[in-house]
Antibody, heavy 119, light 107 residues
């Protein structure tokens, strides 16, 4: 079935880095745009970043520019999010999602991976 | 940047009720609007896209409408499985904005 599985979350100290991964299965990954979204504890959803299917187009939320980097490897059916200079306020569940351009929406979501930034 | 404001923030209702959640944009929208349902500890689930199109597999008691700056999600007859948090989301060019969420609780 169509599935996204995130990994790479964990406990990291302020100023540290993490690389999140999202592996896709059940669909032709290289045909789809993808996004990362996060949710801080008890808070709402926050869109972070977008990458087109061909990797030609990247978008970032203004507050993430310069710290987070999205990438993908279509040969490995994988999406990545490099998180640098992490702060306590980056503590959240990070979701990857398939983005349907015609819908303007994310139709398939992973289960999320938890990032905790704490000393 | 466009801001999306949902109302109410919390809604108490009973099984069988008809409920409506509103999403207002800070300016008239030219892009797409979607609605998601999220249950505790789970990923969001797409319900509605392009303001009124029902995602495959979503029960027909869910419907969406609206244009310009005001959009609504309506559940025609609440079922026990519908108690969750609902989010609207706007997409246009480089902007992907979620509303703050509406928690639908059992009365």
């Amino acid at each position: 079935q169509v599935q996204l599985v995130e990994s790479g979350g964990g406990l990291v100290k302020p100023g540290g880095s993490l690389r999140l991964s999202c592996v896709a299965s059940g669909f032709t990954f290289s045909d789809y745009d993808m996004s990362w979204i996060r949710q801080a504890p008890g808070k709402g959803l926050e869109w972070l970043s977008y990458i087109s299917s061909s990797r030609n187009t990247l978008h970032y939320a203004d507050s993430m520019k310069g710290r987070f980097t999205i990438s993908r490897d279509n040969a490995k059916n994988s999406l990545y999010l490099q998180l640098n200079s992490l702060r306590a306020e980056d503590t959240a569940v990070y979701f990857c999602a398939r983005f349907i351009h015609d819908y303007g929406a994310m139709d398939v979501w992973g289960q999320g991976t938890t990032v905790t930034v704490s000393s | 940047d466009i801001q999306m404001t949902q109302s109410p923030s919390t809604l108490s209702a009973s099984v069988g009720d008809r409920v409506t959640i509103t999403c207002r944009a800070s300016q008239s929208l030219t892009g797409r609007l979607a609605w998601y349902q999220q249950k505790p500890g789970k990923a969001p689930k797409l319900l509605i896209y392009k303001a009124s199109d029902l995602e495959s597999g979503v029960p027909s008691r869910f419907s969406g409408s609206g244009s310009g700056t005001e959009f609504t999600l309506t559940i025609s007859s609440l079922q026990p499985d519908d108690f969750a948090t609902y989010y609207c989301q706007h997409y246009d060019s480089f902007s992907y904005t979620f509303g703050q969420g509406t928690k639908l609780e059992i009365k």
